[in-house]
């Protein structure tokens, strides 16, 4: 292939290097016009390069940085795995990891080789040219850790924020993500090594240092860039807290008291800050604070059976009442007090499960299944509630060969909880006659409770001929396409016609090159049903008479054959 390289900027075609050897390329696939594949990053990119006489004249990827008209390193990634191929590599010969080995390998041989005082020569000049490098070498191997490093630590944590950023210092989307990386390495490189030698003091200075950094940045976060951070940041304080001396402990409890809401950080930072105090610290003038706090928020919930929940940025949504129930073991109450607790507050859901899972671990399955009764009336507010009691009844009833009461709950979970598999449907069907089942299958296809499943229920059913007349009087191009495997065989004309009609009513509507592309891959698909190649010549005569000012349109149906 001819140099292709020349199409990308020199830094986006060493990151494409590193996505290719890291082995993120997968599912590379010839394709007529050239080849397609998959690319792993923050999420799976779609790329597809169209080559002729081994030149590349047009690439796509779904990224973003590709959408707004770049060459993406994505593309360059498939480029490099291309260029593999083409050496005569056979897949699986040499995996990206088996090349990386030799690679390394190679590398460690020659360093062997050089004597020991050239070796720490390089060594030393290393370290002048690159901050961050000597950084390492000193945060590793000194024996103590002088103001003077500390200084030099803090200033790489700036540089890095001034090498990501623009002269406003703004981050934008497509540095932000080299950005958190180089942070989450400054902060994996150094605090773990400053907490082995004891430093914990320092190691603390420096994890605030970057959190204040990350916390008041003006930063494209699109990808969560900035919760990465503060949750490894997170992550160190508890390192730090578990290893350092009581003195220490009581100097961090001191500035997470000052700065959980003085301004130090952007508001929704602070909740770091706050929820360290109050998740990670067990004074127990905080865990009594805590305690008041949380029952203000349960006193809320009125005459709810739901008590709502505890947000920690941390850790995510946690139950008021459960929360509760924490504290007041690590402030030593007794089991008589937390129980006598628990009956007060038997009105939340929340307490009534802990009842049904201590009947459970005592088999007392009978007991099990009052509370489950009683609480799908006392919950009957909360749709996905009853679901789960549903649920768990059914299976008791399962286990105890009740058949009538297990039947009874499998109608009672059908008709009226939500379905989102077939599962309950198939376990009804089970134990119902012909007659009576048809007549139940009507109703779960008419009835709120089965929509989700409607599709999949006709499918399993065999009901073909309803499930694509359901599918065309929706007019959803995903359903078509789900599909269309089965349908195909039984209905191509019918299959055609239904493509046909959706690329003619969307050609209206659509306005850039990706959409036209997708209508195209239609076009092409219905070329492949009977008569299919005439009436896709039609449709495009029709478009080149009425669109012929959208030159990407024709560019696109020129590149495609059309």
Known sequence: MENWKVLFRPHILERGL?????????????????????????????????????????????????????????????????????????????????????????????????PEIELRGILAQLAQENESFRNHIMTKYSSSISVRQMIRLKKEIDDIVYRFSDRSGFVDWQNSGDFIAAMESFLYGNINELIKKGACMQAFELTNDVFIKIGNLDIDDSDGGTTIVGNSC??????????????????????????????????????????????EFHDKRLLKKKLQMLDERITKAGEKTDCGDWWSVHYGYENNILKRLEIMRKLDSSEEEIQEYKRRNRRFSVVRKLEIEECLEKKEIDQAICILKESKVLDKEYPDLVAEYSAKLIDLYKIRKQDKEYKEELIFQVFSCRQDKLDYVYRLKSVCEHVEWENHREKILKGRTGWQIKYPLLEAEKMYD????????????????????????????????????????????????????????YLKKITKYPNGKEIAGNVVSEWRACYYRRSAMMDELRKEGF
């Open 234 to 279: 997170y992550e160190f304080w508890k390192q730090i807290l578990e290893n350092c001396n009581e003195s220490d402990k009581k100097q961090m409890f001191r500035w997470f008291e000052k700065h959980q809401a003085d301004g130090t950080v952007i508001d929704y930072m602070e909740d770091y800050i706050s929820d360290f105090l109050l998740n």
């Open 466 to 521: 309803r499930l694509l007349e359901e599918i065309v009087a929706d007019g959803s191009i995903v359903l078509l396409d789900q599909y269309e495997t089965v349908l195909k065989k039984k209905f191509p004309e019918q299959m055609r016609e239904a493509y046909t009609t959706y690329i003619k009513k969307q050609v209206d509507v659509v306005s850039d090159r990706k959409r036209y592309k997708d209508l195209i891959k």
């Open 18 to 114: 590193n996505y290719y050897e890291m082995g993120a390329v997968l599912n590379v696939k010839k394709t007529e016009t050239g080849l397609c594949a998959t690319v792993v990053g923050n999420e799976n990119y779609e790329v597809e390069i169209k080559i002729t006489d081994g030149r590349v004249y047009d690439m796509w990827c779904s990224c973003p940085y590709a959408e707004d008209g770049n060459n993406c390193k994505h593309m360059a990634a498939v480029l490099f795995k291309s260029d593999e191929s083409a050496h005569g590599i056979e897949e699986g010969e040499k995996t990206w990891q088996a090349r990386y080995l030799e690679s390394e390998q190679e590398l460690l041989d020659v360093i062997g080789k050089i």
